[in-house]
């Protein structure tokens, strides 16, 4: 009887760990089937139940954000959103949009190097939330409602708040890329 509960054990352990299930929100990350070895940790970002976890690969030359969950005790990331590599002054570098049954959350990173560029303003509903920026510098929106990020009306300012960039597809370009786009003087 004791052979078979041990038995019972290892397999409800491989089957959970085949499954993609961990003991911690990084373990569950790194175990997302598109983050391989090659993918190094940026940043992770976490808002109530959700976490979310910003990678990089050189090799790839991409980000992928990894979105973790949390059931009981255990962990386990099964989407993800992949961005290639930019040689852009100003970059999107992570984003996600989600909605469960449960939470809504929307996740926008940028990565500035711009001298120019002092600050990142997006649409939150009534208000728009605008957050400071240095060349080199990464800064990250975190939002608990789901939203698609090229609908957030992204803009980079100036320090005197003039527009340079905004966020979304080339006006007038059908096949344009969701990237930031100079705005003309």
């Known amino acids: 009887m004791k052979k078979v509960g041990i038995v019972f054990a ?5 089957v959970v760990i085949f499954n993609g299930y961990r003991l911690t929100p990084l373990s569950a990350a790194k175990a997302n089937p598109f983050v391989t070895n090659d993918y190094e940790l940026v940043d992770k970002y976490h808002i109530d139940s959700s976490s979310f976890y910003l990678f990089k690969s050189e090799a790839k030359k991409e980000y992928i954000t990894v979105d973790v969950n949390q059931k009981n005790f255990m962990y386990r990331s099964s989407t993800s959103t992949s961005i290639p590599y930019s040689s852009d002054l100003l970059q999107t570098i992570g984003g996600f949009s989600i909605r469960y049954d449960d939470k809504e959350v929307t996740l926008f990173v940028v990565l500035s190097n711009d001298e120019e560029v002092t600050s990142i303003g997006i ?3 009534n208000k728009d939330e605008i957050k400071n920026i240095t060349k080199g510098e990464t800064i990250h929106f975190l939002l608990p409602f789901s939203k698609q990020i090229d609908q957030l009306n992204a803009k980079a300012f100036d320090k005197e708040g003039n527009a340079l960039y905004y966020y979304g597809w080339n006006e007038g370009h059908i096949k344009s890329n969701l990237k930031w786009h100079k705005l003309k003087s």
């Open 10 to 14: 290892l397999l409800l352990i491989v």
């Open 123 to 125: 649409q939150t509903g």
